[in-house]
């Protein structure tokens, strides 16, 4: 089946730098999801992307769908220490039943202050 | 997007006990789905919840081991059957919205098996 690698899989930084995580596969997907994990909750959804080349941004966040479809960043700028999570990517590939997305592995993200 | 309810949120339970794990979601939605997220990893999908039919199991995960109910379109039942220790996972749920392939999800129920 589809996987994701998901990298880093954890950072540690300063407030305020800014953060780059992404995700690359061998096979295509037609969406990539970027979700936030805070201890003792479900995923929640950062920011979705449809078409590739897509750039898309949500306040600090900023994330790119690939070219090749085959890839997707998230960046944070000026990171905070309610940004500490994990972080996970998603995609969902094509020609695959809605609702099955496949996961990254996650990076973990810690904000010293 | 939807709001979902997820009891119990975490319990403990002794090995080869069996648990019902709840999802109620505030409106009616087409696709509901089970995921489990194992100490430290990812998500992967236990099953698609289907109104009106038998769940569709995605590979290495049987109805045998987790039931799935879907009497309608607000909510969902996963029971984790005859459990064991390597069960011990986050269980989520989560439903898509209208027109996008974006989930939604619970906030999960810890399950922890002794």
């Known amino acids: 089946g589809q996987q994701l690698n998901q990298s880093p899989q954890s950072m540690f930084i300063q407030e305020g730098e800014d953060v780059s995580m992404n995700c690359t596969s061998s096979?295509?997907?037609?969406?990539w999801l970027w979700y936030k994990q805070d201890p003792g909750e479900g995923p929640v959804l950062l920011i979705a992307l449809y078409k590739a080349g897509e750039l898309t941004s949500n306040g600090r966040l900023t994330a790119q769908f690939g070219i090749t479809r085959k890839d997707s960043f998230l960046n944070i700028s000026a990171s905070i220490p309610s940004d500490v999570g994990i972080y996970f990517c998603?995609?969902?590939?094509?020609?695959?039943?809605?609702?099955?997305?496949?996961f990254g592995q996650g990076t973990i993200l810690t904000v010293h202050p | 997007s939807a709001v979902i309810s997820q009891k119990p949120s975490r319990d403990i339970c002794q090995r080869g006990t069996s648990l019902t794990i709840q999802c109620q979601v505030d409106s009616q939605v087409t696709m509901m789905f089970w995921y489990r997220q194992q100490p430290g990893q990812s998500l992967t999908l236990i099953a698609t919840a289907n109104q009106g039919s038998e769940a569709t199991y995605e590979s290495g995960f049987v109805i045998d081991k987790f039931p799935i109910s879907r009497p309608n379109l607000t909510f969902s039942t996963l029971t984790v059957s005859n459990m064991s220790p390597e069960d011990s996972s986050i269980y989520l749920c989560?439903?898509?919205?209208?027109?996008?392939?974006?989930?939604?999800f619970g906030a999960g129920s810890r399950l922890t098996v002794l």
């Open positions: 096979s295509i997907f037609n969406t």
């Open positions: 989560s439903v898509g919205q209208s027109g996008a392939n974006v989930l939604t």
């Open positions: 998603a995609g969902l590939a094509g020609g695959t039943s809605y609702g099955k997305l496949t």
